[in-house]
């Protein structure tokens, strides 16, 4: 399962630097959106794969039994979702006000602000 | 519990709540701003002090015993920059005052400089690497709003290769921290500490590879700074005063935090690459900025040359290169704010912030006149500036372990950067101003001396430039209490030994 998900990471980092190497901003947005998701199935991967045993405390036990899922990198990335999401919400805001400017989706002709 | 710990990251984000709450009001979210600075700079002060006197600071949030909760910790170099956070956010946020236009103001403009703040200052306190991410992205987010605030096309573009690089560095920055989860099963900067000497040496050196990815990106090193020059110039002057200071120092501040304590092992290994960086990132950044001609594009440069002298100290890897790493990192946040903040009175007196359109202002203005010239030589170099002092550190530093060949470089920069400071100066205070000025677009008759002479600076403006070239001279006449205070600092970051036992041992005290 590690094996197949580290796979499935790869897959993700090479899709959203294909996407993001391309001139459309658009699949920059998903590019970007992309390298998100993988970094997080990183994470969650690095972190070690349980099945079927929740770190839940049993009543009258003190600990969770023993090969217990860790839940640490499971609220990282939850927490790294949500703080995705919402930069992802802005990036494609911000997109959408260049288009709307720049009347272009092609990188290439955001140059007004560049080093001359 | 030491609240004072967590008083820098709480004051500027209940300003910025309390700005929000005053969302239809301008006028009271200028005066909440610059209450909320004034206090953050207060209460880094308290900080600082307490730090001084008794050492390591250490908030364990919520009560849960290091490494299992997120830790806030303080030591001498995070309180020298909370203090610098302080000034410059005064400073800044009162030239906003003057020079904010009302839409920008009606958007959130300083509640979003509070959370900024907030997020700058989370990142010096965090204990915890990942804490450190979050802390980034605050501050992120918040510069992203800052720079594309205003819609126009050039700020756009700038903003959106901004918010593109970033998020790259942010993801590398992310996935690294998932890996080192991974090998250490903690995230706890004293924790790792400690474990990450179990970790293979090959390993180690490729996440501290990483981590040099993710944070250069941030701090804006060779060959990885595109994103600055193309939007660092394109919001207003105080947004980019602000984001000079303050973020790409963010970035070394990290870097500086990780290599010392976890990876002080490979430090060795690193220090060709570090160097051949510092190097470069100083001599391309120089060389961008005489080739501008246009007094934000130039300045903006110039950050990237700077930069390249904190990471000598970082490469050079003894006491004495911290010491001169923080001395330098003071020093240059609060020139490089001046020379942007003058550049915008400049550009308020002008109409232009482009050289070949500005100039007579020694005769006009001379005052500004000696406040560009004390910041800009002091940013060169020249004695008897606190530049000079900074460079003289570093470069001491390197000449006690035999690194000629950097020295020499940083030597040469110097010049190059003295070279494109007088540009500045005789284009805009030495020369006559151009008699053959068109008039502005939008109707308004071309600037003549007349002109420049009768308008008046305000106060709000004036002063903000004033308190910085007081605070920079402070840095050299009490050169010697804060070399003595740098070298403490610099101690404690390369035997971390004290950070260790503060996090780990203390429990919730």
């Not at chain 2, 989370?122 to 991410?133: C, E, K």
Request: proline share 5%.
């Amino acid at each position: 399962m590690t094996v197949l998900l580290a796979i499935v990471a790869g897959a993700l980092f090479a899709a959203a630097i294909y996407l993001m190497l391309r001139r459309s901003v658009l699949r920059l947005a998903i590019g970007l959106s992309l390298l998100a998701n993988a970094a997080n199935l990183v994470i969650f991967v690095a972190a070690g794969l349980t099945r079927g045993v929740p770190p839940l405390v049993a009543d009258g036990a003190t600990a969770p039994p023993p090969g217990a899922a860790d839940p640490l990198p499971q609220a990282m990335v939850l927490t790294a979702i949500v703080i995705g999401f919402s930069v992802l919400a802005f990036t494609l805001t911000l997109m959408h006000r260049v288009y709307q400017e720049g009347g272009s989706d092609d990188v290439d002709d955001l140059s007004e602000a560049d080093v001359q | 519990m030491s609240l004072v710990v967590l008083l820098p990251v709480l004051v500027p984000l209940t300003a910025a709540a309390l700005g929000l709450a005053a969302w239809r009001s301008p006028a009271a979210q200028r005066f909440i701003a610059i209450a909320g600075s004034a206090v953050l700079l207060a209460v880094g002060i308290v900080l600082f002090l307490v730090v001084e006197r008794d050492g390591y600071q250490v908030v364990q949030i919520g009560d849960w015993p290091a490494p299992f909760g997120i830790t806030m910790v303080a030591d001498l170099f995070s309180a020298i920059l909370i203090v610098l956070t302080g000034v410059l956010a005064v400073a800044i946020v009162v030239y906003s005052t003057a020079s904010i236009d009302a839409g920008r103001e009606r958007y959130g403009y300083y509640p979003l400089t509070m959370v900024l703040l907030a997020g700058v200052a989370g990142t010096f306190l965090t204990g915890d690497l990942f804490n450190l991410y979050v802390w980034f992205e605050v501050l992120l987010i918040a510069s992203f709003v800052l720079l594309a605030l205003g819609g126009e096309r050039a700020q756009l573009e700038g903003s959106l290769k901004y918010v593109a690089l970033n998020l790259v560095a942010s993801a590398v920055l992310l996935v690294t921290i998932g890996v080192i989860y991974g090998m250490t099963g903690t995230v706890n900067l004293a924790d790792l500490a400690l474990r990450m000497e179990l970790v293979d040496p090959a390993i180690a050196a490729g996440l501290a590879a990483m981590l040099l990815i993710a944070f250069g990106i941030k701090a804006a090193l060779v060959p990885l700074f595109f994103w600055l020059p193309a939007s660092y110039h394109t919001p207003p002057v105080a947004v980019s005063a602000l984001f000079s200071g303050l973020l790409t120092k963010v970035g070394i501040y990290a870097l500086v935090r990780v290599f010392t304590l976890l990876f002080a092992d490979q430090a060795a290994d690193f220090q060709p690459l570090l160097l051949t960086v510092a190097g470069l990132t100083m001599i391309i950044g120089v060389i961008g900025a005489v080739a501008q001609h246009e007094m934000r594009r130039l300045l903006s440069f110039h950050i990237i040359s700077q930069i390249g002298y904190l990471v000598m100290g970082l490469a050079l890897f003894t006491v004495n290169a911290m010491a001169g790493l923080i001395f330098f990192l003071v020093h240059v946040a609060l020139a490089k704010s001046t020379l942007f903040l003058v550049a915008g009175s400049v550009n308020q007196l002008t109409g232009s912030y482009e050289l070949a359109k500005t100039g007579g202002l020694w005769v006009l203005k001379p005052g500004l006149a000696v406040l560009f010239g004390i910041a800009a030589m002091s940013l060169a170099g020249i004695p008897p500036f606190s530049g000079f002092l900074a460079k003289l550190a570093l470069i001491e530093a390197g000449l006690e372990i035999d690194h000629l060949l950097i020295v020499l470089v940083a030597l040469g920069v110097s010049l190059l950067t003295l070279y494109s400071m007088l540009k500045i100066w005789n284009a805009a205070f030495w020369k006559p101003l151009p008699t053959d000025l068109e008039p502005f677009a939008d109707g308004a008759a071309a600037v003549t001396p007349e002109r420049v002479a009768s308008t008046r600076l305000a106060l709000t403006m004036v002063a903000p430039i004033v308190f910085l070239v007081v605070c920079s001279v402070a840095l050299t006449v009490a050169a010697g209490p804060a070399f003595e205070l740098v070298e403490r600092a610099a101690t404690q970051l390369m035997e971390p030994v004290g950070y260790i036992e503060a996090v780990l041992g203390g429990g919730g005290s």
